[in-house]
């Protein structure tokens, strides 16, 4: 099971989330300068690094204890939107815009986050 979960669901669900990544900086990148555009930003391999390094702390969240799984997401939601304002050279707001999906869908479902949030809460 550890082997297939090694082999298959981690790249699986890190490449799910880093499309979904790539999709939303795509869209948080269209502008309107003299007609519609795409800011200047960086390639898909960029945003798969970011997702990457950003998932780091939910290596510490495998244990069924809902606070540390908050945490843990947090500061990783916290690093991806860092990441795509650095990466992709974007202003704060638009980061947060680009980073919202992937990481709800990354972290908040796929790490459980959102279930040990409604856990927390009752």
Known sequence: VL????ALAAPVGLH???AVATLSVVIASVAYDDGWGFRDRAGVSETVQVVAYA???MALAGPPIPAL?????VY???LFVVGVQ???RTTLPRAVVAGLPPAVLGYGVGYRVIASVRTVLG
């Open 3 to 6: 082997l297939l979960v090694a």
């Open 16 to 18: 799910l989330t880093a």
């Open 55 to 57: 998932s780091s702390p």
């Open 69 to 73: 799984r908050i945490a843990c997401g």
């Open 76 to 78: 990783a939601a916290a």
């Open 86 to 88: 650095t990466v992709h």
